[in-house]
């Protein structure tokens, strides 16, 4: 089992910075690829990135590219999301998620392929 929890969603406005937290504990962080995902009032949960185990790969949905930052420090067991540039459209609750490293990488932007979650941190950005 994996615990995660994340932190650091608030209310920003339009341009502005966040940086989301999210601390796993339980079996071995290093184990999982962690991804971020987030929901918008309305519609379905979608991904936003993923970072390998070691940290040397990253990907990102193409709505957020150029403008949101993932990262991971396994010494911590901790997961991040710098979000730059915010927009009104970006407003979600935003979930960590972690897969088991044996599957394949292009899987990872799937949300059926993670196995445990977090409880989701609202973030809110206005125009």
């Known amino acids: 089992q994996v615990q995660l929890v994340e932190s650091g969603g608030g209310l920003v406005q339009a341009g502005g910075s966040l940086r989301l937290s999210c601390a796993a504990s339980?079996?071995?962080?290093?184990?999982?690829?962690m991804g971020w995902f987030r929901q918008a009032p309305g519609k379905e949960r979608e991904f936003v990135a993923v970072i390998s185990t070691s940290g040397g790969s990253t990907y990102y949905a193409d709505s957020v590219k150029g403008r949101f930052t993932i990262s991971r420090d396994n010494a911590r067991n901790t997961e991040y999301l710098q979000m730059n540039s915010l927009k009104p459209e970006d407003t979600a609750v935003y979930y960590c998620a972690a897969a088991d490293y044996t599957i394949p990488w292009m899987w990872t932007m799937q949300e059926t392929k993670y196995d445990y979650w977090g409880q989701g941190t609202q973030v809110t950005v206005s125009s």
């Open positions: 339980g079996r071995t962080f290093s184990r999982y690829y």
